[in-house]
Structure formats: structure tokens, C-alpha cells
């Protein structure tokens, strides 16, 4: 009598954890294979095809291998030379808290050896131990989960608390059979975005300034008028591709280029160096109109 | 992003160029230069502002003999360092009477 109780206390508690996503907090990885599947984005794509495919071509896709120069930087100089302080996981989280946010879970061995990577693959490009290291990292980046949890609620963390782990959070928090989900208004906002795109002080306090954008997104564009969200403009028509200034047709869209080009006649005698005193003198004015139809203060970082 | 005006004589020969940059200078907490995101705590706004037009105008003077020059403007962009592309370009010929 007293194990069939306990066997359906252990039942009940089980359909618990199912019906909340796997609440509990997950352990620290050792490895990059075990951190990609405490946070696994693999079966996202089985559902969400299309939002998939414009990711894979984003660069939130390869937001550590492209900013490899950076990063390596920031270890061999910033921290080594000019910090005199040694890699650690708080310290490595400074660029991929935003790079690579699933970081968050490796262990403190994992995140010096991710930062150990990142020197090897950008200061032995092109060589075996580079490429092998380079290919490591491309599993990292800012992938579904990054901001459909592990970020989700870190620009209302008073209100909204930690993320439930396993559970994916959207603007709408339409359940699915997938998973569970949880609404998320925020992630509609352009300060989502800004916690990363923009000034990011990391938990100590130290200030990292990769750009600037919404800084002129608040200060300037708001100030002036401006009511559209980062949302509005960078994922119209494109979705998870997110196209920005690395993009030509995006960068078109958000300048203005009026040129104006008038030519006379100057009075002789006075422009000094030409050929005859005496005569007219050829001259143009050229005025452009360069327009920042953006949202954001153009160019940044 | 750097605004291109030149204008060349018929043969090519450039006969009037200028530049302008629009950028920003990230500078650190001494108000040195700093490529570094770690480095960088402000910075010096030389960009374009949101929902702003800027103008920019060139006044030229050539030879008394010029006859006919080109001129173009081109607006580039570079997105990291040294790569640049040409997001808007403007050509227009120019005919003078000469004396």
C-alpha cells in the first residue's frame, strides 16, 4: 500500500514537471555538444520552417564567428594586457552574453575553453587547429532559444521573473504541441533588441560599447517623433533574417540621396589661378541632400 | 559612410574631389581613440541623425578653357573596414560656353 502511494506521489510529480516544460534548473555544460542541448534549437526548425531558414541566413546565425576579431581582442588585450585579469566565465560573458547567450550555461572549465577557441580560430585562421576551432564555434550564436528564453525576460526581469526553463516565450504565446509557450510582449519592443543593441553593462558594471544604436533610437529618433520599433522595420517582410547595415538594399531603404547639380558663369578676375583674368570663369555647386529615413543614427558601431 | 564628389574633363583628368565621412569616434574614459568595445565608454557623434537631412555643397571653379566636365556624387557605405559599397551614385554632364 505504501509504495503504490509513493509510485503515484512520483507519477503526479512527474505530470507536474511535464505540464510546467522541464522547470527544473538546468546543470552547467562540460562540452559544446552537451551546452547546445540544455537550450536545443535543432527541432525548432520541424515547425517553424520559414522563420528557420531566414535565421540561417541571418547574422544572429553567426554572431561568433563573425565577430571572432573582436572577441579575441578583448581577451588578448583588453583582459590580458590592459586588465591584467585572467579569462574567466563572467569575464568571457561580456561578449557572448549577447554573441552566444546559451554560454550562460557552460561551466567555468567550458567558458575558458570557448574563449581559448575564439583566440585559436581567429590567430590560426586558415590553418587545421584554426578551422577545427572556427567550426566549433559556428554551433554557437544567438539562436532560437537565446531569445525565445534565455533572454526573453531580462528587460523586465521585476515583472516577469527568470525564464521558465523549457518553455518558449513570443509576442502572441500561442501554445503549440511542440512546447509551451509563454507570452511575452516584450520581445514586440524596440528594448528588447536594445539590450543588446546598444550599450551593455554587464553584471559587475563595466560598460562594453560594440554599438550604439539605441542610443539615437531613444535620445534622438524618440525625442523627434519617431514611434517605430526596431521590430517594425527590421523584421518587415524578412522576419528572422533581421537585415541591417551589412545589407545593401536594407542601407538603401534607410538613406536618402538628393543631388542637385547647377553650373554658371563667375565674374573674371576673381578666381585667382585660371588660365585668362579676363575671361568668364566655368563653375558648378553641387548640393546634396543626404536623408537618415532610420530610426537609428546612421552609420553605428 | 563617405559622400564622393568629383568632376573630370573629358579625358578623365579629375579636376575637383572632396570627401566628406560621417562616422563616430568611440574614445575611452581619457578621451583617447579606441577601436575596443571594452575600451570605448563614449563617444563622438559625427553621423547621420535619425529623420535628419544633412546638406553639403561644393562650389567649383575650372579652368577658363573647360569646355565640358562630369560630375558625380556617390554616397558609399562600409559596413567593416576597408569594405565599401555604392549605395546611391549620381553622374551629370556639364557644358560651358568658353570665351
Not at chain 1, 288 to 299: C, Q, S, Y
Not at chain 2, 17 to 41: H, S
Request: proline share 3%; with cysteine.
Amino acid at each position: 500500500m505504501k509504495i503504490k502511494a509513493t509510485l503515484a506521489l512520483f507519477a503526479i510529480g512527474l505530470l507536474g514537471l511535464s505540464q510546467v516544460g522541464m522547470a527544473a534548473k538546468p546543470k552547467e555544460a562540460d562540452t559544446i555538444d552537451e551546452l547546445l542541448k540544455i537550450h536545443d534549437n535543432s527541432s525548432c526548425k520541424e515547425c517553424h520552417s520559414e522563420a528557420h531558414e531566414q535565421w540561417s541566413k541571418s547574422w544572429h546565425a553567426k554572431a561568433v564567428i563573425s565577430s571572432l576579431k573582436g572577441m579575441r581582442n578583448f581577451i588578448k588585450v583588453g583582459l590580458e594586457k590592459e586588465w591584467n585579469t585572467p579569462l574567466t566565465k563572467i569575464q568571457l560573458l561580456k561578449c557572448l552574453d549577447c554573441h552566444a547567450p546559451i554560454v550562460n550555461f557552460a561551466s567555468e572549465k567550458l567558458a575558458k575553453e570557448i574563449g581559448g577557441l575564439i583566440v585559436t580560430a581567429f590567430e590560426k585562421k586558415g590553418t587545421r587547429a584554426g578551422d577545427a576551432a572556427k567550426k566549433e564555434l559556428a554551433k554557437l550564436n544567438v539562436g532560437c532559444t537565446s531569445c525565445h528564453n534565455i533572454k526573453a525576460t531580462t528587460v523586465a526581469k521585476g515583472l516577469r521573473g527568470e525564464p521558465e526553463y523549457g518553455v518558449v516565450y513570443g509576442p502572441n504565446g500561442n501554445d503549440s504541441d511542440g512546447h509551451e509557450s509563454i507570452e511575452s510582449v516584450e520581445m514586440g519592443r524596440s528594448l528588447f533588441c536594445m539590450q543588446c543593441h546598444g550599450i551593455y553593462t554587464a553584471p559587475d558594471g563595466e560598460k562594453i560599447q560594440c554599438n550604439t544604436l539605441s542610443g539615437s533610437y531613444q535620445d534622438a529618433y524618440i525625442n523627434l517623433g519617431g514611434s517605430q520599433t526596431c521590430q517594425d522595420c527590421h523584421m518587415k517582410d524578412t522576419g528572422h533574417f533581421f537585415p541591417g547595415g551589412h545589407d545593401l538594399a536594407t542601407v538603401k531603404k534607410g538613406l536618402g540621396f538628393n543631388v542637385q547639380i547647377t553650373d554658371y558663369r563667375h565674374l573674371p578676375g576673381k578666381v585667382p589661378g585660371v588660365k585668362n583674368k579676363k575671361a568668364w570663369v566655368p563653375s558648378v555647386l553641387v548640393t546634396a541632400f543626404i536623408e537618415n529615413k532610420t530610426g537609428h543614427r546612421v552609420p553605428d558601431g | 559612410m563617405v559622400l564622393d564628389v568629383t568632376a573630370k574633363d573629358t579625358k578623365g583628368k579629375v579636376l575637383f574631389a572632396e570627401k566628406k565621412t560621417y562616422f563616430e569616434i568611440g574614445v575611452d574614459t581619457d578621451r583617447d581613440m579606441r577601436y575596443g568595445a571594452w575600451q570605448i565608454k563614449e563617444i563622438i557623434d559625427l553621423t547621420l541623425p535619425p529623420l535628419q537631412t544633412q546638406k553639403e555643397q561644393y562650389l567649383m571653379h575650372f579652368d577658363t578653357d573647360t569646355d565640358e566636365v562630369e560630375i558625380e556624387a556617390k554616397l558609399w557605405y562600409y559596413i567593416s573596414g576597408g569594405k565599401g559599397d555604392v549605395v546611391y551614385s549620381v553622374k551629370k554632364k556639364m557644358e560651358f560656353e568658353t570665351d
